[in-house]
């Protein structure tokens, strides 16, 4: 579900500007969305997930949360936004 999400950066998806540099606070941030987007894609399927790799790998950066506060909330909203995309593919039962 992570690397669906990076999938989604292309622009013939929702063009996001993809980050390539390894270990820069952009790349950062797009692990951060890949991830919050994982989460929630996997909590909206009722699919098994580790809560706690969610929370170990999203800890992982932290280090440039720190410089902007407010990124945490930006992330987010990108990754509610990545998670609609998501689950916008899966045709919806006539039930």
Known sequence: MHELAHATGHPSRLDRDMPRKYGSPD??????????ASAFVC???GLPTELEQHASYIGGWLEALKH????IFRAATVAQSIADWVLALIPQSEA
């Open 27 to 36: 790349y950062a941030m797009e692990e951060l969305r890949a991830e919050l």
């Open 43 to 45: 909590a909206e399927l």
């Open 68 to 71: 902007d506060k407010r990124e």
